[in-house]
Nanobody, 119 residues
Framework: QVQLVESGGGLVQPGGSLRLSCAASGIILRIGTVSWYRQTPGSQRESVATLTDEGVTNYADSVKGRFTIHRDNAKNTVYLQMNDLQAEDTAAYYC?????????????WGQGTQVTVSS
């Protein structure tokens, strides 16, 4: 059973930094494209950052220059480094990964981790 577990969320002051982690467990052959999304109450989940298995990245305009997505394939872990956090970054953050296991390739979501930016 493949699972994604996120960590690293919390309360941070404006201008601060956090690093989110998303660790995949189970029998994993390969991890393809990975993404981070965020969602606030009453809003749709929005894409924040994407990293393909070829190393191509894409960021939402609102986080460009502040957030960085990267991966450690040896640890089956994806990270989101968030710098210069602002109040509008407050949201629940979710990772999404396309994972190839013994049963084929599927999309998996993590359970989410809350990020709150407040003074």
């Amino acid at each position: 059973q493949v699972q994604l577990v996120e960590s690293g969320g919390g309360l941070v002051q404006p201008g601060g930094s956090l690093r989110l982690s998303c660790a995949a467990s189970g029998i994993i052959l390969r991890i393809g494209t990975v993404s981070w999304y965020r969602q606030t109450p009453g809003s749709q989940r929005e894409s924040v950052a994407t990293l393909t298995d070829e190393g191509v990245t894409n960021y939402a305009d609102s986080v460009k220059g502040r957030f960085t997505i990267h991966r450690d394939n040896a640890k089956n872990t994806v990270y989101l480094q968030m710098n210069d956090l602002q109040a509008e970054d407050t949201a629940a953050y979710y990772c999404l990964a396309h994972i190839y296991s013994l049963t084929g390739g599927d999309d998996y979501w993590g359970q989410g981790t809350q990020v709150t930016v407040s003074s």
